[in-house]
């Protein structure tokens, strides 16, 4: 099968979407199936240097997430290519301008569409226009015009599906977890020597994006407490993100620059090592919809505590594998236990088993295996508008989210 992947996100842009994206892309080559990315240009990408099946199209950075982007040419482009590649199936990964892209190229050539939700957007409308510009309460009618003529959906998690139904979008939504690709490797750096760490210090993880949301500064609230018990405990803040001075500014504050470690942005084949190097990893996030970084600790043999959801809900399964909090408290204990916890034999065994239900291939599978029904019950209207304008729907949606990326073609 030829299969398009249509995202404004792709590396060398560090997201769950692009980890999610490249796992799905790999994990499809590998059943023998041809996948081609179409994204946006990125800086840090030489134009001039080909990549093998992806496809970027100009864009700018995107005013809510400076390290975003937006395509803002490329329509009739976009179509020759795909045609050219004679794909069967276009997969959007992002609502904003490669995902309409993605919907007008299948409506050209009358070929499903179908998209992933990645994003709970009502806890990040904060940050178009300071919140002014889109509400939490526009974001149901937003996604529902995005979703309008999709032959499906795929939810990562139960938590995203109940939140589509919610906004009354009724398409065909298999819940599928995005899968993990689990690196094996004979030989690991030594990061508690490189930060000059002895091997028997407590050590505390927390990875990921240092956006507000994330809430990272409940972490490091907890930990100023647990120093109380374990003085030699250290904690290791790996990312970078807008929230990252405020960060800084509350660790300064609390007089933690001798525990609290900022590594800064590090590269994904590194991510192992990192959790490998500590006790457990931690996570005061309330915004996440699916967890790669939980799956990815799971794979790296470490125990993870998190704020509950129903995805996570559905993994953890035993105390072995994580600990999920409602309140402060809670937290604070949890992570306590972790560190002065001896893993045992059944422990890293129930880690594993947790983590085998959502491996990459696994992952891949499910997704095809969705592809085929879409495909199986596809049937194009001989009578749908095909002409080279967006339909009024889709303008109205440009307008209100983002402004119209298209604006330039």
């Known amino acids: 099968?030829?299969?398009?992947?249509?995202?404004d996100t792709y590396f060398p842009q560090v997201s769950g979407v692009a980890?999610?994206?490249q796992t799905l892309k790999n994990a499809l080559e590998e059943q023998g199936h041809d996948v081609y990315i179409f994204t946006t240009t990125d800086p840090k990408v030489d134009k001039h240097q080909p990549e093998e099946q992806i496809y970027r199209f100009s864009s700018l950075p995107y005013f809510g997430f400076k390290d975003r982007r937006l395509t803002f040419r490329g329509l009739i482009q976009a179509v020759e290519?795909?045609?050219?590649l004679k794909l069967d199936i276009i997969h959007t990964q992002t609502e904003f301008s490669l995902g309409l892209m993605g919907k007008y190229v299948a409506r050209r050539l009358k070929i499903p569409v179908i998209h992933t939700y990645h994003t709970q957007y009502e806890d990040y409308t904060h940050y178009v226009a300071k919140g002014m510009l889109?509400?939490?309460?526009a974001v149901s009618h937003l996604v529902k015009a995005y979703l309008k003529g999709m032959e499906g959906l795929i939810a990562p998690s139960e938590r995203v599906k109940d939140s589509l139904i919610s906004y009354g979008v009724d398409l065909p939504m298999p819940i599928i977890p995005t899968g993990v690709a689990i690196r094996k490797s004979s030989s690991h750096r030594n990061l508690r020597q490189e930060y000059g760490l002895a091997a028997d210090e407590p050590v505390i993880l927390s990875l990921g994006r240092l956006a507000f949301e994330k809430n990272v500064a409940l972490t490091i609230s907890a930990f100023s407490e647990l120093l109380q018990t374990l003085p030699n405990a250290k904690l290791l803040i790996a990312g970078d993100g807008p929230a990252k001075k405020s960060l800084q500014e509350q660790v300064e504050d609390l007089e933690l620059q001798d525990s609290i470690i900022f590594t800064g942005m590090i590269n994904h084949d590194q991510v192992g090592d990192y959790y490998r190097m500590a006790n457990v990893f931690v996570s005061s996030s309330d915004s996440e919809t699916q967890g790669l970084t939980f799956i990815e600790a799971l794979a790296a043999d470490r125990p993870f505590v998190a704020v509950r959801s129903p995805y996570l809900e559905e993994i953890v399964t035993d105390k072995?594998?994580?600990?999920?909090?409602?309140?402060?408290?809670?937290?604070?204990?949890?992570?306590?236990?972790?560190?002065?916890h001896q893993n045992t034999e059944q422990d890293e065994e129930k880690r594993a088993a947790a983590v085998k239900n959502v491996d990459a291939t696994t992952f891949g599978k499910r997704v095809f295996a969705f592809y085929t029904e879409v495909l199986n019950n596809y049937h194009h209207d001989d009578n749908a508008d095909d002409s080279d304008q967006l339909n009024d729907e889709e303008i109205g949606y440009i307008k209100r989210l983002l402004r119209n990326?298209?604006?330039?073609?």
């Open 1 to 7: 099968m030829k299969i398009g992947l249509f995202t």
């Open 19 to 21: 980890t999610s994206i």
């Open 81 to 84: 290519i795909a045609r050219d």
């Open 134 to 137: 889109i509400k939490p309460g």
């Open 320 to 340: 072995a594998i994580g600990t999920l909090i409602d309140d402060y408290d809670e937290f604070l204990t949890a992570v306590l236990y972790y560190l002065q």
């Open 405 to 409: 990326p298209f604006r330039r073609s």
